[in-house]
């Protein structure tokens, strides 16, 4: 069974960043795709930004251009790092794997909160 752990979560000021990592359980270039999601309070879950195998990245629109995905396939880690962080990014934000096979792993989250 797949395992991810989130960590790097916390307070922020506004403007400021964070960087999130995800520690898998098993080796990171085994999986289709990556990608980091966040759920605020009330709100769907959304995609933030994904990474695929051969390294390609995508991001939401309001991230774009302040967070940055990536990934280090030694660590078995992925990594997303957050600057220009805005009240508007508040929420849990999740780690998520797809398997060769079309499995899906998530980790238990890691709170991000920026004060303003």
């Known amino acids: 069974q797949v395992r991810l752990v989130e960590s790097g979560g916390g307070l922020v000021q506004a403007g400021g960043f964070l960087r999130l990592s995800c520690a898998a359980s098993?080796?990171?270039?085994?999986?289709?795709?990556m990608g980091w999601y966040r759920q605020a309070l009330g709100k769907q879950r959304e995609l933030v930004a994904a990474?695929?195998?051969?390294?390609?990245?995508d991001y939401a629109e309001s991230v774009k251009g302040r967070f940055t995905i990536s990934r280090d396939n030694a660590k078995n880690t992925l990594y997303l790092q957050m600057n220009s962080l805005k009240p508007e990014d508040i929420a849990v934000y999740y780690c998520?794997?797809?398997?060769?096979?079309?499995?899906?792993?998530w980790g238990q989250g890691t709170q991000v909160t920026v004060s303003s």
């Open positions: 990474i695929t195998r051969d390294g390609d990245t």
């Open positions: 098993v080796p990171i270039f085994s999986f289709n795709d």
């Open positions: 998520h794997a797809n398997s060769r096979t079309g499995r899906e792993s």
